[in-house]
């Protein structure tokens, strides 16, 4: 494992083979999310996406907790240039390849909101969450009131927005906000097996499955469809396929890894 630390160790980076996993690291805010950590995520997660050898992110945060949200101290501090959350959030929406995300201890603020941009979320059952943006006097962000709405219902996404009253890990699988609940002890192995299956998956197969079942863009059922087909037969023809089809045929695992898109 290759380990290194960015911005004074506050976003840890571990590059596992495919898998390189982010870590929030600033425990004694509960891993409040500053503007250094909010670029480096930023940063981490745009290179990540332009790197073949990255087929998964694994997120995460230190000491047992999730994120208690922003660091509002970093929020009295002017910006000279695009405010850093907006770039990480930028670049989170905008990331290609699957996200895992391991929560445990509180996910709060954008530490929940974050969340609706992940893929496979294991979550402590233990853990709280909050959206409490109406009770600082601002409003959600992430896309989270638009997004939230289509998880859970708007009676539903009004109640967790406009009182931003804490809810459990179990409320939350209810809810449909994370992929499984877990005991806090498990957590950590759910979420890394679930980043090493990932990994091994044919990635070209992968970003387009998650393109498709993230697309908002509200058109019909019949033109999804049309959408669907043609990116299925455009993939037979694909090299992923083809390897797939090789391994059946040998009756092999099949090894997408040295494929390239």
Known sequence: MNKKALNEGRIVDDRMGAIQRLTMDNTDKKNAITREMYLAMACALNNAASDPQV???WLRGAGGVFSS???LADFTKPEIEEPAPIQF??????????IVAQVEGLAV???ATMLLHCDLIYAAEDTRFRMPFVNLGVVPEAGSSYLLPRVMGSAKAAELILLGRTFSALEADTLGMVSRVLPPAEVASAAESAAIALSKQPLGAVMKSRALLRDVSGETLDARIEREFEIFYESLQGPEFAEAARAFAEKREPDYSKITL
């Open 55 to 57: 087929r998964t992110i």
């Open 109 to 111: 603020g954008i530490g």
């Open 69 to 71: 949200g922003n660091d």
């Open 89 to 98: 959030v930028r670049a989170l929406v905008n990331f290609p390849k699957p």
